[in-house]
């Protein structure tokens, strides 16, 4: 496989990004697609002329939402809506005449960092992506796990209030309602009734202002609930924190760790690692890469 050309491409309501392996050179690459995510033609061709530039043996793409792997559609995605319902494999794979892949984008993150990241020689991992949303994957002994439709492990939407605020799913209380970049904004406004944007709070909490400090910290908490409820349901050796909000805010982790010690059980927690990603914005297209080449390796075998 040294001489052959591998392509893991990772779509986003803004960029695309993408790594490319060929032989054992690894380089990376980055598009805007903002202005053209409500055109699926545009976006459909961009992926097109990035395939065809590399003339790759097989490419993994990552995509956000849920990915409806038994009818291979993007089913259901807030940032990419322009794509749901559209056979995107079919379509790559007609047009570049190139073996496709499609996973989850949180997923592949999980299995990036698994592969080519901080979760290398995990029994189980679990990896959480903190962003304009909430995502999360599983890989369990070198396994990714995506469940009988594709969506397992949305802890995003999972709920801790039944009364608790609107998620942008459209149900309460949902996780990523308090732990997104909304979230965040929302708590922040009701601290101090005033509106800034995640990376303006982010900034101030980098600066040590108090007001900012303290909505972090209670933003912390919040995702401690989350890690609490996934390590009681999984018992994970490794958790893993990636995403714009951590990777501008790492002290994030310290302060979910100190607060998961006050609610876990001790015993799971005793077990458990917690860390942040080393892969930042492309875990995804890493993972989408190591799932073209476990394909390959695959379709290889006799």
């Not at 805010?249 to 990603?277: H, Q, W």
């Not at 875990?283 to 073209?292: E, H, K, V």
Request: aromatic share 8%; net charge neutral.
């Amino acid at each position: 496989m040294s001489n052959q050309t591998i392509l893991g491409i990772d779509i986003g309501g803004t960029y695309i990004k993408y790594v490319v392996k060929q032989g054992d050179l690894i380089s990376k690459g980055k598009l805007f697609i903002g202005d053209i995510k409500e055109k699926p033609d545009d976006l459909i061709e961009k992926f097109i002329q990035i395939i065809k530039k590399y003339s790759p043996k097989k490419v993994g793409i990552a995509v956000a939402g849920l990915y409806d792997k038994k009818e291979e559609t993007l089913s259901q995605s807030p940032n990419l809506k322009s794509l749901e319902g559209i056979p995107l494999k079919q379509i790559l794979e007609q047009k570049t005449k190139t073996d496709i892949t499609i996973q989850n984008d949180a997923s592949a993150a999980a299995y990036g960092e698994y592969r080519y990241g901080a979760g290398k020689g995990s029994k189980i991992l679990v990896c959480l992506t903190l962003g304009t949303g909430l995502g999360g994957g599983l890989v369990i002994g070198g396994r990714l796990f995506t469940g009988i439709s594709g969506t397992a492990m949305e802890i995003g939407h999972t709920t801790i209030d039944k009364d608790g605020w609107i998620c942008h799913c459209g149900r309460k209380g949902c996780l990523e309602s308090y732990v997104s970049s909304y979230g965040l904004e929302r708590l922040f406004f009701i601290k101090t009734d005033r509106y800034k944007s995640s990376f303006e709070i982010i900034a101030l909490a980098n600066e040590g202002k108090k007001e900012a400090v303290e909505v972090m910290e209670e933003f912390s908490v919040y995702l401690a609930y989350g890690l609490m409820n996934l390590l009681h349901t999984l018992n994970p050796d490794k958790i893993l924190l990636t995403g714009g909000i951590v990777e501008n805010y790492p002290v994030i982790e310290k302060m979910a760790y100190s607060n998961l010690k006050k609610l876990a059980f001790s015993l799971p927690f005793r077990d458990v690692e917690i860390d942040l990603g080393k892969l930042g914005e492309f875990s995804g297209s890493f993972g989408a890469l190591a799932i073209a080449e476990d394909s390959l390796i695959k379709n290889s075998k006799v």
